[in-house]
């Protein structure tokens, strides 16, 4: 889905789309395993999640949830 959309997604999109993963997953393991097949990394960081595209592992930024 937004593997293929412009260079920098809205980050109220991209939140949007991990929440509603995650809801759909019952670990953080299987979840982040999901989001990978998105071409995205995901990591917990303090606060929220530090979000990723794969493969340069460009860093779009860090979201609340």
Excluded at 5 to 31: C, I, M, N, Y
Aim: glycine share 10%; charged share 30%.
């Amino acid at each position: 889905m937004f593997a293929e959309t412009t260079s920098r997604p809205d980050l109220g999109q991209l939140r949007h789309f991990l929440v509603s993963e995650r809801e759909k997953t019952v670990s953080d393991a299987e979840w982040k395993f999901r989001m990978r097949g998105y071409g995205y990394h995901v990591k917990r960081v303090k606060g929220g999640v530090m979000v990723a595209r794969i493969p340069k592992n460009e860093i779009l930024g860090c979201i609340k949830m």
